[in-house]
């Protein structure tokens, strides 16, 4: 069959009209076609975004209340108090042995607590309970270093105590004690605010009158292996008290004497840690020297409790804490041995340089403008302490919290 061109006997205006409608047919159906294609890529991008928003809605809801399968954060529950009642408190070394048990006891009298640590010995597990908590903020932070925040108080605890740490970088130790300290007190000057200063009974060194009070100016020896830490504490009171009385910087200052508890560092050097540790292990329990030198040992909780009340306190001179029974390092090894049990032998080493001979504090002042005095036994001190030595040692894992709550709120 022959083929027809269909526009053969059209006249040329025919043809173009022709042409003209054909072309508009084929724009009109590119045009719907397009617009079918960009639908549908519009609603793939629509559908994608729309998954993104529901995906990232459900991450934030578990976030806040937790998914099946992924535990809560539970805080411990903390006490309410109204704005003219509840503090911003700062603690510098409040990632510490004392500074954790300090923050516990007052975020859980319902005050906002501000923690400063380097984690030089401070831990962050040992306030971990805390992160995330409204009332609570972690910085890590340098003290040697200015801080510009807002606070009433400030609780300034930020110093390595035990002497293999504090000898171990002695001119950092200055700097903590001499710059860090400067720093501190120029914020707490700032903001009109009250600071405590954490400082030691080193202040006395090796001392010639026994118990020792307040008004003891102390025997240290300047350029000693534990100067970096002694004269470092001597200063920063020097430094607190010349801010008192050139601007009118409220002050207090505690002088800490020996304390032990949960959260001491394993291997801290100290010595309620150091003899733990051996008997638990079956190592030999070192002592320095002969052992005659004595100690005067508090629970943490006692310490804690004593911080709190002088602060809140209206007395600025020194104030003694610590706990008067005394005992010979020699009787002290063997009362631990004894909780622990187990088969150490105590062995003898040479003295340490510039170790004290004795050490009890009398806490007359304590107890006359504070009311206070240490409640913790020390046998049930150093159960509780053991027990936790005894945990550390067994853990295997990240889990397990490290909140207690201890006798005396902290």
């Not at 704005?83 to 975020?107: C, E, N, Q, Y």
């Amino acid at each position: 069959m022959r083929f027809r061109y269909p526009f053969r006997n059209c006249t040329v205006k025919d043809k173009f009209m022709a042409i003209t409608l054909f072309g508009l047919i084929l724009i009109v159906w590119f045009g719907n076609f397009s617009h079918s294609v960009g639908d549908i890529e519009r609603r793939s991008v629509n559908n994608d975004l729309f998954n993104e928003i529901e995906n990232l809605k459900r991450r934030v809801q578990e976030l806040e209340h937790g998914s099946e399968g992924t535990r809560q954060k539970v805080y411990p529950e903390v006490a309410f108090l109204n704005v003219k009642d509840r503090k911003r408190i700062l603690i510098t070394g409040g990632a510490g042995f004392v500074g954790s048990h300090l923050v516990d006891r007052l975020m859980m009298e319902g005050h906002e607590v501000t923690v400063v640590d380097n984690f030089f010995t401070g831990r962050k597990r040992n306030v971990e309970h805390w992160i995330g908590h409204e009332n609570f903020e972690l910085l890590n932070h340098d003290v040697i270093n200015p801080l510009f925040i807002e606070v009433d108080q400030v609780y300034h605890l930020a110093s390595p105590a035990s002497p293999p740490n504090y000898m171990y970088n002695p001119v950092k130790t200055i700097k903590t004690n001499t710059i860090g300290t400067n720093n501190m007190l120029g914020l707490t000057k700032r903001v009109r605010g009250r600071l405590l200063l954490a400082s030691t009974s080193e202040v006395y060194g090796d001392p010639e009158i026994h118990p020792q009070n307040e008004d003891y100016w102390g025997h240290v020896n300047p350029i000693g292996p534990r100067a970096c830490y002694d004269e470092g504490k001597r200063v920063a009171e020097t430094m607190c008290y010349a801010y008192h009385r050139q601007d009118g910087t409220e002050i207090r200052v505690a002088r800490i004497f020996n304390t032990f508890g949960p959260r001491m560092h394993l291997n801290d050097g100290r010595v309620v840690s150091n003899f733990i540790l051996q008997s638990l292990q079956d190592k030999p329990i070192t002592i320095y020297g002969e052992g005659k030198q004595t100690r005067s040992f508090q629970y943490v909780s006692d310490l804690v409790d004593g911080l709190i009340r002088l602060m809140n306190s209206n007395y600025s001179m020194p104030v003694n804490i610590g706990n008067p029974d005394e005992y010979t390092i020699g009787d002290f090894a063997k009362i631990i041995k004894g909780l622990v049990g187990g088969n150490s032998k105590i062995v003898k080493k040479p003295p340490m340089t510039d170790d004290p001979r004795k050490r009890k504090p009398d806490i007359t002042r304590a107890k006359n403008i504070l009311g206070w005095s240490p409640k913790v036994q020390l046998e049930v001190g150093l159960n509780r302490t053991i027990e936790y030595f005894k945990n550390e040692l067994r853990r295997t894992t990240l889990d397990g919290r490290h909140f207690t709550k201890l006798p005396g709120g902290a």
